[in-house]
């Protein structure tokens, strides 16, 4: 069993900033990849930012320059730091946790955290 928690959500102005943490705790020890991906109203979910195998973050073109990712590996906790807020990064904000065994790779999510942006 897994369980994958995020905190952080809340509602704030056009251009403020929030983050996020989300820490995966249960049977599994390691990680290969933690991250973020968010899904608003009528649309699909999609990635926001992501650190996979070695170390490698990955972003959405729409928050390149606004958010960071980083992951603690010792508490098996990812962050997001995201600045320069926009209405349309309204949405709610899932974590992933993927784990790798001999039958593949497994995700485990969070059951997400909602971030509300007003102008």
């Known amino acids: 069993q897994v369980q994958v928690v995020e905190f952080g959500g809340g509602s704030v102005q056009d251009g403020g900033s929030l983050k996020l943490s989300c820490t995966a705790s249960?049977?599994?020890?390691?990680?290969?990849?933690m991250g973020w991906y968010r899904q608003s109203h009528g649309k699909e979910r999609e990635l926001v930012a992501d650190?996979?195998?070695?170390?490698?973050?990955r972003y959405a073109d729409s928050v390149k320059g606004r958010f960071t990712v980083s992951r603690d590996y010792d508490r098996n906790t990812v962050y997001l730091q995201m600045n320069s807020l926009k209405p349309e990064d309204t949405a709610t904000y899932y974590c992933?946790?993927?784990?790798?065994?001999?039958?593949?790779?497994?995700?485990?999510w969070g059951q997400g955290t909602q971030v509300t942006v007003s102008s």
């Open positions: 650190v996979i195998s070695g170390g490698l973050t």
């Open positions: 992933h946790a993927d784990s790798l065994d001999l039958s593949g790779t497994h995700r485990y």
């Open positions: 249960g049977s599994i020890m390691d990680f290969s990849a």
